[in-house]
Nanobody
Framework: EVQLVESGGEVVQTGGSLRLSCAAS????????IGWFRQAPGKERQGITC????????YYTDSVEGRFTISSDDAKNTVYLQMNSLKPEDTAKYYC??????????????????WGQGTQVTVSS
């Protein structure tokens, strides 16, 4: 059974940095896309960045492009989300999720089959 486990969330000050990790157990991820989603209280879960494990292409929403970087370490079966220049509006619970095929961003939770349990990121002002 494939599982995803996130880690790295914590409280950080505005302008600070964090790196989240998404560790995958299992095999056969070559044709998968791994996305990072976030959900703030009362808001819809949104995909903010995604990486294709097939070709390493990466995708970002406007809200995080230039500040966040998604990357993968195939040897460790881990996908990372480096978050810089954090803002209070980045406060949310962050999830990684997997789907076969191409990356998707935005309100696309229903297309992702495998989810981690989430990790909380709080940016204090």
């Amino acid at each position: 059974e494939v599982q995803l486990v996130e880690s790295g969330g914590e409280v950080v000050q505005t302008g600070g940095s964090l790196r989240l990790s998404c560790a995958a157990s299992g095999s056969g991820f070559d044709d998968y896309a791994i996305g990072w989603f976030r959900q703030a209280p009362g808001k819809e879960r949104q995909g903010i960045t995604c990486i294709s494990l097939k070709n390493s292409n990466t995708y970002y929403t406007d809200s995080v492009e230039g500040r966040f970087t998604i990357s993968s370490d195939d040897a460790k079966n881990t996908v990372y989300l480096q978050m810089n220049s954090l803002k209070p509006e980045d406060t949310a619970k962050y999830y990684c999720a997997a789907k076969q095929g191409r990356c998707l961003l935005g309100g696309v939770s229903r297309y992702f089959d495998i989810w981690g349990q989430g990790t909380q990121v709080t940016v204090s002002s």
